[in-house]
């Protein structure tokens, strides 16, 4: 059983543009919610990671929005650049587990 | 703190050999995660170790596929008898027991043919 969904699959951004890419989850007692960047031949790399007591969270060109009720987070790429080119995924763990479940991704292309 | 490093990184084996990948997590991370990764899919949870003890197991880790954490420093994940559904990606990672966030290694990608 899937238990967060991520779209879109793929997105094309224009350099300077914002990305956004949305995921949804069904376990209410997941309590942390991080992001994942992973280049071709790479391992996953932490990007940004939030906690259900806050709405929001920025870090430099990245934000997380966090909607609880809507049991939705969703990860925004300010300035989009060429650089950032690579496979986003999102995931959910909940506490005493430190098991993630991820998302199924998300293919970003920024075009310079 | 060279980060997390996976051996090898590129695996191919002919069907029903048995295939052992190691892991070796950043040095003061007890815990220690196995992941697999197919194409166009996110990471599965296969297990987890607490220092030498592992504390979970998922349902996709089948009677074929083994791990060990001895002494809780580096890991070993075996497969036996592969098969062609076993060609993914197999990611480590460690973590320290406080912290959720995980630093992943580059993983081994082991094709079965």
């Known amino acids: 059983q899937q238990q967060v969904k991520q779209s879109p699959q793929s997105l094309i951004v224009q350099k300077g543009g914002i990305s956004i890419i949305n995921c949804a989850y069904e376990n209410t007692a997941f309590d942390y919610f991080p992001w994942y960047q992973q280049f071709p031949g790479k391992g996953p790399a932490l990007l940004i990671a939030i906690r259900p007591d806050v709405s929001e969270k920025k870090e430099g060109r990245f934000t997380i929005s966090f909607n609880k009720s809507a049991k939705q987070f969703s990860l925004h790429i300010m300035d989009s650049q060429p650089g950032d080119s690579a496979t986003y995924f999102c995931?959910?763990?909940?506490?005493?587990?430190?098991?993630?479940?991820f998302g199924t991704g998300t293919r970003l292309k920024v075009l310079a | 703190d060279t980060g997390v490093s996976q051996d090898p990184r590129h695996k191919i084996t002919k069907r029903g050999q048995n295939v052992t990948f190691r892991c070796d997590p950043i040095?003061?991370?007890?815990?220690l995660y196995w992941y697999r990764q197919t194409l166009g899919q996110g990471p599965e949870f296969l297990t987890y170790?607490?220092?030498?003890?592992?504390?979970?197991k998922s349902r996709l880790l089948s009677d074929r596929f083994s791990a060990e954490r001895p002494k809780g420093s580096f890991s070993t994940l075996e497969i036996q008898r592969t098969e062609q559904g076993d060609s993914a990606m197999y990611l480590c990672?460690?973590?320290?027991?406080?912290?959720?966030?995980?630093?992943f290694g580059s993983g081994t990608r082991l094709t079965v043919v």
């Open positions: 170790f607490q220092n030498e003890a592992q504390l979970e």
């Open positions: 990672a460690s973590s320290l027991e406080a912290a959720y966030g995980y630093t």
């Open positions: 995931a959910a763990s909940k506490e005493g587990t430190y098991k993630y479940i």
């Open positions: 040095s003061e991370h007890n815990r």
